[in-house]
């Protein structure tokens, strides 16, 4: 409990993660209120009856970008080197040196990441879906018992997604990489989507099965995939990765 406390700890202390948290919780909830409003004056001019089934849920997965942050600037800081005042050291080997069980150091550091981006999703979801309702009113797609499922697809979906971005970055000590390729991949052009158009494989990389936990109508799917069966794939991807971080960790030098 002490190594998870001060893996929390350290967290709590980076300005990046902070910055995620507010990217975050804002990111979804901005582009809920600017779809939603663009719905209600549709409805209003008779286009359509109600907004769709997806709305809120959508703008979710482009907020997973704070989790990326966390997972990645969780992992990197470790490998930042200080300050030629401070010795010029890194933060790796003080947590090493606290921890001398690289596995049990490793566990605590994932878990800190796992529990932080799982509140940051919760945040994010109860903000997001709020600003929906406030926007949309009357039009708000009615809240039934499958919400209840795809809210914690939506939290799933973030803590893996925070994991399998921490994971990459313990295989490449950096962060720059990881970081650019996941923003790039969620917010700017999905390679993986993009994939999914060349053969239907691609549907089970993680980040598009995934989704499919609390997306319905995914546009231009190839492939039917239900929540469980993209929460098996999307666990798997993360399990298998977390595994060969966790070996490749525990057999280099710090």
């Known amino acids: 409990m002490r190594a998870l406390a001060a893996e929390v700890s350290k ?3 980076l300005p990046a993660v902070w910055l995620a ?3 975050g919780v804002l990111v979804p909830a901005v582009i809920a209120a600017i779809t939603a409003s663009s719905a209600l004056g549709a409805i209003a001019r008779g286009a359509e009856a109600n907004a769709g089934i997806d709305t809120g849920y959508q703008e979710l997965a482009f ?6 942050i966390v997972g990645v600037v969780g992992v990197s800081s470790e490998y930042v080197t200080g300050s030629a005042e401070s010795g010029g ?4 080997t003080t947590s090493l040196t606290a921890v001398p069980s690289r ?3 490793l566990l605590a550091k994932m878990t800190a990441i796992a529990v932080s981006s799982a509140m940051l999703a919760i945040g994010a979801a109860v903000t997001t879906m709020g600003v929906v309702r406030v926007v949309l009113g009357e039009h708000a797609p009615a809240w039934g018992t499958d919400d209840v499922p795809r809210l914690a697809g939506v939290v799933c979906y973030w803590m893996y997604t925070a994991l399998l971005a921490s994971g990459i970055t313990v295989l490449t000590r950096h962060g720059v990489v990881p970081l650019a390729v996941f923003i790039a991949n969620t917010s700017v052009v999905s390679v993986t989507y993009l994939l999914t158009r060349i053969t239907p494989l691609a549907n089970y990389l993680p980040d598009m099965a995934g989704v499919r936990m ?9 492939a039917e995939i239900g929540p469980l069966t993209g929460g098996l794939v999307m666990t798997a991807w993360v399990t298998v990765l977390l595994v060969i971080a966790a070996i490749r960790f525990t057999r280099r030098d710090a």
């Open 11 to 13: 967290l709590a202390s």
């Open 21 to 23: 948290t507010a990217a």
């Open 63 to 68: 907020g997973v970008v704070g989790a990326i």
């Open 89 to 92: 050291g890194r933060q790796i």
């Open 103 to 105: 596995l049990r150091f």
């Open 214 to 222: 609390f997306i319905r109508k995914l546009a231009g799917s190839t």
